[in-house]
């Protein structure tokens, strides 16, 4: 009976918050005692997967259509039957670990009546028990010899020119970073107001998208309007703000507008279309979207994972969360992060900010695999359309070398290079 209350807890968890599955995408429907629930959650991964979300009445339309059973008395049930979603994971567990010993009973019973002799019913109960193992992730270590094998292979792939990285296509940096944001790894880039981080952040995104790469942009301080309006003045050479408040345009305004916009219609860009979002809503994005670099701007207005946290405890558990999701999606996740007013203490702007002055937490410099710190050093201008210059400080560097370097910054049209 517990264990059909913990299936009932999967469930009716995922139809209160269908960003939630990707907690429960370990399960399988096998794993489900109930056919009903079983079909359920067949539908919901289904679902998810072609269209990132799903509710009970598209689950109850497919489910029902394979069992009659599901009704939607059993998935109000579900729901009504479920204290919170918080303890989703402990629920998804104990199913798992419920499956686990139902498969281990009938082996025992099958070795009981089996006719094998001793070693044939040895060898099968290892293989019998390597495959729960494996299916289950219990068996999560990793010998030298699988580590080696996949360093070989990784080597293979870099001399093929397949790094497993992203390159931000600012060729100083890059180097730095050794080619580029390695896979699996989180990269801060930290700056006070207005220094020009999403900038920054606009120009990585532009340049992998020209390489082929699909990008994840989670903005969560712009809308994809603005986003998108940044991006074609850096391609076409315009003014964002001219684009976006300047009333009519000149006939040359126009033309960049348009080149802009031409050339931005091909890329693999994708924005998310709602500003309020958890880790969960952004993975849940990843998860139909499949991108090869995750954007995020920025850590300090990603909602906290529970209401009751602190904004230290709410910092400290996004910047885990975020480390995490890189390492499951394989991908480089690139974060912005404000710096506190320490930052701007000096009026001189001689001020160069380091890892210290990252706003909440200690916890994110200890989670980034990179801390890239950008200073805006005062400096004489001849006109609007002049550029300046930004500097790039890596302060962290996880495997390699930290330094800086120096880029220029177009403010007119957001276009940076190095």
Known sequence: MENVLN???VIGSLLIDATLFPEASGLSEDDFTLVPLREVFRAMRRQFAENGSFDALTVRAEAGQHCPEVTDKLL????????TTANLTVYVSAVKEAFLSRKLAVLGNELVSSGRTPAEALSHARTVIQE?????GAGE???VADALNALCDRVERQAEGKAPCVPSGLAGLDKLLGGGYINGGLHIIGARPAVGKSALALQIALNAAK???RVVYASLEMTSEDCSARLVGNLGGGSAARFMFGGTLEEEEY?????GMSQLSKLPIVFNRHSGMNVRQIEALCFREKPGLLVVDHLGLLEPPEKRL??????TRNSRALKLLAMRLNIPVLCLCQLNRAAASDRSGEFRATMANLRESGAIEQDADTVCLLHDPPCESSGAGTPSLLELWLDKNRRGPCGHVDATFYKATGRIVC
């Open 7 to 9: 299936e009932y807890g």
């Open 76 to 83: 109000l049930e579900s729901m009504e039957i479920t204290p």
């Open 132 to 136: 729960l193992a494996e299916d289950g």
């Open 141 to 143: 270590a990793t010998t």
């Open 211 to 213: 390489t082929g790469t």
């Open 255 to 259: 033309k960049r507008f348009a080149s």
């Open 310 to 315: 602190s904004l230290y405890e709410s910092t």
